[in-house]
């Protein structure tokens, strides 16, 4: 695993940060696998990044243009989010931060 070689090669623990790769060399259906089972991922003990943003898996699903997939977007984001993603990369911050402030609230400790 790449986080281990990093470890050996002397990068901090704390500074790993697992990323699956969405849309990098997976079809549709891995990309939506990947998601479902990022749970699996949490169990390494390094923070999540995800980077669904736009990708062509939600365009293909909803058969939509890259300037169009902002719901879709949404959705794959909340929905890592709530199976352990800690850090999201997105093209649309406004309307992503505050799905992901109400994502994360649902699942973390936290004051209103």
Do not use: N, Q, Y
């Given at each position: 695993?790449?986080?281990?070689r990093?470890?050996?090669?002397?990068?901090?623990?704390?500074?790993?940060i697992?990323?699956p790769?969405?849309?990098?060399?997976?079809?549709?259906?891995?990309n939506?696998?990947?998601i479902?089972?990022?749970?699996?991922?949490?169990?390494?003990?390094?923070?999540?990044?995800?980077?669904?943003?736009?990708?062509?898996?939600i365009?293909?699903?909803?058969?939509?243009?890259?300037?169009?997939?902002?719901?879709?977007?949404?959705?794959?984001?909340?929905?890592?989010?709530?199976?352990?993603?800690?850090?999201?990369?997105v093209?649309?911050?406004?309307?992503?931060?505050?799905?992901?402030?109400?994502?994360?609230?649902m699942?973390?400790?936290?004051?209103?």
């Open positions: 695993m790449a986080a281990a990093a470890i050996a090669a002397g990068v901090p623990r704390e500074k790993v697992l990323d790769g969405i849309g990098f060399g997976k079809t549709a259906d891995h939506w696998e990947v479902r089972r990022l749970e699996e991922l949490r169990e390494l003990g390094h923070p999540i990044l995800i980077g669904t943003s736009r990708k062509s898996f365009g293909k699903l909803l058969d939509l243009p890259v300037t169009e997939r902002l719901e879709g977007t949404e959705a794959t984001v909340v929905a890592a989010v709530l199976r352990g993603a800690d850090i999201v990369r093209h649309d911050v406004l309307p992503m931060t505050r799905a992901v402030r109400v994502a994360d609230r699942t973390r400790s936290g004051h209103d």
